[in-house]
């Protein structure tokens, strides 16, 4: 089992930055994939940026080349480095962990909101 902490959401003009952080109650070297996910008023919650244990990650289209996921072992952190942010970024940010061998279990933080002005 592993609970996650997102922090870091906020208020922030369009073409600012914001990084959003994920901590976990116990070490992440072995969770086979850590993400984050969001989910605007009246949408369906939708991938933002994936990293799996080996390091590979996964981007949404909408964020490509804009956003950065990142994983930090030692401090039990993931990250999410949002650039250029538009207004459509605007959502509750959920920070997910997959893990498992033969099944796999889902964990979701409680999220963060992220608000971009124009």
């Known amino acids: 089992q592993v609970q996650l902490v997102e922090s870091g959401g906020g208020l922030v003009q369009a073409g600012g930055s914001l990084r959003l952080s994920c901590a976990a109650s116990?070490?992440?070297?072995?969770?086979?994939?850590m993400g984050w996910y969001r989910q605007a008023p009246g949408k369906q919650r939708e991938l933002v940026a994936l990293?799996?244990?080996?390091?590979?990650?996964n981007y949404g289209d909408s964020v490509k080349g804009r956003f950065t996921i990142s994983r930090d072992n030692a401090k039990k952190t993931v990250y999410l480095q949002m650039n250029r942010l538009k207004p459509e970024d605007t959502a509750n940010y959920y920070c997910?962990?997959?893990?498992?061998?033969?099944?796999?279990?889902?964990?979701w933080g409680q999220g963060t909101q992220v608000t971009v002005s124009s």
């Open positions: 116990r070490s992440i070297f072995s969770i086979n994939a």
């Open positions: 997910n962990a997959v893990v498992g061998t033969t099944t796999l279990y889902d964990y």
């Open positions: 990293i799996t244990s080996s390091g590979s990650t």
